[in-house]
């Protein structure tokens, strides 16, 4: 069976968002994780975009089910790190360009662009369980969350670095591959992606900070970092 390898939809007036897969086995009528990863400018302000938007975002049946700021750096990488990830899961990607559609969101949004800079954005395919929709909107648990990003991670390193974790209290959360990306098209100009080098965005959870510096030394997580392009990672305040 043959699935849609991109879906576009007029946004605005002369404007069209596309959703576009990065390989083969991805489908766009299937759940697909959008990531956000960048820098705050007015914490604050971002804040408050969210508050704003998220009506929009539960409107078409999306939830975000990680949401953390940087608080230390693990692995050191200057080009991929950044302040804040946040992680949502749309039940299709049409249900993203139907939010995009609406003026009232793309009205709020302008103060999500005022707020953040070194903007990341794609779609990436779980590979662990998927979460359940989180209860609250608060994160309210006391695990400590470490966040690993990457370009051009090996899977099968990725699937020993996670049977190691499962197996020395280091908790899998969120094991997110790219799947697809965004594009923009004015009129009938060429479509303009929007940035997103990630290959693979891994979330882990511990107990304590200690646990989580442990894993970043051990030999799996060593052997990891050595056979990828480059790589970052840090412990992240979970805040949803």
């Not at 939809?9 to 968002?17: D, S």
């Not at 969101?105 to 590979?127: I, P, Y």
Request: charged share 20%.
């Amino acid at each position: 069976m043959s699935h849609k390898k991109i879906i576009s939809a007029e946004i605005a007036n002369k404007t069209t968002a596309s959703i576009i897969c990065t390989n083969s086995d991805t489908q766009l009528d299937q759940p697909l994780w959008a990531i956000n990863w960048f820098d705050l400018k007015r914490g604050w302000l971002y804040e408050l975009y969210n508050r704003l938007a998220f009506q929009h975002v539960k409107g078409v049946g999306a939830y975000p089910i990680f949401k953390g700021q940087l608080e230390k750096v693990l692995l050191s990488n200057e080009r991929l790190q950044r302040d804040m990830l946040l992680v949502v899961r749309y039940p299709k990607a049409q249900s993203l360009l139907d939010m995009l559609s609406v003026k009232l969101f793309q009205l709020k949004s302008l103060l999500r662009n005022a707020a953040v800079r070194h903007f990341q954005f794609g779609f990436m395919k779980q590979g662990n369980q998927p979460k359940e929709e989180p209860p609250s909107l608060k994160y309210m648990g006391k695990l400590k969350f470490m966040v690993h990003v990457c370009e051009n991670e090996d899977h099968r390193q990725i699937d020993q670095l996670v049977a190691y974790a499962n197996s020395n209290e280091v908790f899998p959360y969120f094991i997110g591959s790219k799947s697809a990306i965004m594009g923009l098209q004015q009129g009938k100009g060429r479509i303009r992606t929007i940035d997103f080098i990630l290959s693979h965005v891994l979330i882990f959870s511990a107990f304590d900070d200690e646990t989580l510096e442990a894993f970043v030394n051990s030999a799996p997580y060593q052997q990891l970092i050595q056979k990828s392009e480059s790589s970052f990672s840090g412990i992240y305040r979970r805040k949803i």
